[in-house]
């Protein structure tokens, strides 16, 4: 296991405080708030500890209500909801320096046989024959808004081998393409077989690309080279099938519209072997620095 995964594994190991309380604290931040994949996960860690082990997490939907405080712990209470024969329900509050952060509703199911069917998973080159961030960042560092950018974002980055199947935004500024983007990711390294972990690790790489899509259709680079203020507002997630963390995942996003200052992002989620692992759905804040 490499250091930057013992690292966030460490951080997703929430203090339990009371039975439905919890603190975390956060890693050091490329912006200055919190990551909103960071805050989903821990939510969802809070939720999973109150919950029957042989629950699984099959839903979430969240609201992103305020910019974390990556200097402030995060004080996680959880509300039980429901406890039914199949079905357990969890609501979670994210709260720092007295104010909501961060909601979460997660809903957990007992395995059962049913119906089935799938889509079919899109072609996709193979991961290994991708370039790694510490391969393809360092090409597009004169592109960015600071010169700190990409060492900033492979040190984000270290946990996670992400690899984009074509080039991602910030390296086609100006040229607007299909907005639909694809990319493989795995954790660095083995993870125990705790399928909590396994969803919360998916949940925590989930915000890290989802709009990029929305910034193909236009052109627009992103954060990294300035031309895009960006933050995640909602976000929803599906587990349909087991799945692993640190084995390969396809992430295959597109963004079906944008308007007033907000752009859609809709993603599945593929194992390597051609199983839909997770759907996806985030709207977020995307705007030119002229509207804020």
Known sequence: MSEALDDLLDLLDLERVEENIFRGRSRSAIVP???????????????????PDDR?????????????????PIVYTVDRIRDGRSFTTRRVVAVQHGQPIFHLSASFQTYEEGLEHQADMPPAPDPETLPTAEEALPRHAHLFAHPSVAERMLEARAAV???????????????????RSQVWFRTNGKLADDPLLHVCLATYVSDMT?????????????????DVVGASLDHAMWFHRPFRADEWLLYDQHSPSASGGRGLGQARIYTQDG????????????????DR
């Open 275 to 290: 199983r839909l692992a997770i759907s996806v759905i985030q709207e977020g804040v995307v705007r030119v620095p002229h």
């Open 161 to 179: 081998d992400l690899r984009y199947v074509s080039e991602p935004p910030y390296a086609t500024a100006g040229e607007p393409r299909e907005p």
């Open 56 to 72: 699984m997490a099959h839903s979430l939907h969240a609201y992103f209500l305020r910019m974390g405080d990556p200097g402030a």
């Open 33 to 51: 708030r919190v990551f909103g994949g960071q805050v989903a996960a821990q939510a969802l860690v809070a939720a999973g500890r109150t919950v």
């Open 210 to 226: 989802l709009l990029d899509s929305v910034l193909l259709a236009h052109g627009r680079g992103g954060w990294a080279v300035g």
